[in-house]
T-cell receptor
């Protein structure tokens, strides 16, 4: 049983560019959340998707957008990249009806130069 | 503002000792509490969840919750060098998202 998978594992971009990160949830999981983790910090919530809709959003600008597909996989898009967007981006999935236990993927390390 | 506070450490303990990690939270409505372990450069791995006051034990790990004091702790017995990692405390209310602390770095010396 595959866990949460994310791609790519590493990415290098320059300021002003756009990036798309991808996530496939664990089998049977229908809710996907995205987090940003800067070096030395805890993960910060970006947004959560359920039934192909954004259900909750953290304190992130509109440059951060996302999508969930009918197979529950999800994308995170970041436009007009800033140096401060350099971080580990984590995807977490949650099965239906089991509280809020979330399982994380390995993450995508984004470096903005 | 919902906050989760942890001592950043590092907390250094010798092999075989008990490591005690602490966490306080500000949202009195918090209902679920989690401890994640994160090795350097890796993603968080869930090690314990606790929902009611008291202790919950799982192998060498014991989570303790005191909602009146808004306090969660994690005890690691017989600490091993492989336990060296950053431990993240996370809380949530209902089905809302997780709010994480900054994590406590644990160093277990042989």
């Amino acid at each position: 049983d595959a866990g949460v998978t994310q791609s790519p594992t590493h990415l290098i971009k320059t300021r002003g560019q756009q990036v798309t990160l991808r996530c496939s949830p664990k089998s049977g999981h229908d809710t996907v959340s995205w987090y940003q983790q800067a070096l030395g910090q805890g993960p910060q919530f970006i947004f959560q998707y359920y039934e192909e809709e954004e259900r909750q959003r953290g304190n992130f600008p509109d440059r951060f957008s996302g999508h969930q597909f009918p197979n529950y996989s999800s994308e995170l898009n970041v436009n007009a990249l800033l140096l401060g967007d350099s971080a580990l981006y984590l995807c977490a999935s949650r099965p239906p009806g089991t509280g809020n236990i979330q399982y994380f993927g390995a993450g995508t390390r984004l470096s903005v130069l | 503002q919902k906050e989760v506070e942890q001592n950043s450490g590092p907390l250094s303990v010798p092999e075989g000792a008990i490591a005690s990690l602490n966490c306080t939270y500000s949202d009195r409505g918090s209902q679920s509490f989690f401890w994640y372990r994160q090795y350097s450069g890796k993603s968080p791995e869930l090690i314990m969840s606790i929902y009611s006051n008291g202790d919950k034990e799982d192998g060498r790990f014991t989570a303790q919750l005191n909602k009146a004091s808004q306090y969660v702790s994690l005890l690691i017995r017989d600490s091993q060098p492989s336990d060296s990692a950053t431990y993240l405390c996370a809380v949530n209310r209902g089905y809302s998202t997780l709010t994480f602390g900054k994590g406590t770095m644990l160093l277990v010396s042989p």
